[in-house]
């Protein structure tokens, strides 16, 4: 069974950085290295409207667009949920916690 997680994100909104967090599934290994991909989305926070070109990974690479990718605005103050993300694209940008 594939784990839901919930991941704080360091990404950014055309060329700053936003509160986001990751809601999904991480990736599940098989007995043979394959496995399920996880998949979830992101909900961030920001004053921009956000489109799929202006999103970006910590580093200021821009996310890989696929068509799937659907940026829609939720009813919470400057929040936006960005669907069809893979685990695989933000693993890199989750802020891992210090215990």
Do not use: W
């Amino acid at each position: 069974m594939m784990e839901r997680v919930l991941k704080d994100l360091g990404l950014m909104v055309g060329n700053e950085t936003n509160p986001c967090v990751y809601v999904g599934t991480t990736n599940e290994e098989g007995s043979e290295g394959e496995g399920a991909k996880g998949k979830g989305h992101i909900v961030v926070v920001t004053i921009y409207n956000p489109q799929n070109s202006s999103i970006k990974h910590s580093n200021g690479k821009s996310f890989l667009l696929r068509s799937d990718m659907k940026v829609s605005k939720i009813d919470v103050r400057n929040s936006y949920r960005i669907d069809n993300i893979m685990f695989d694209d933000i693993n890199e940008d989750i802020i891992e916690q210090e215990s």
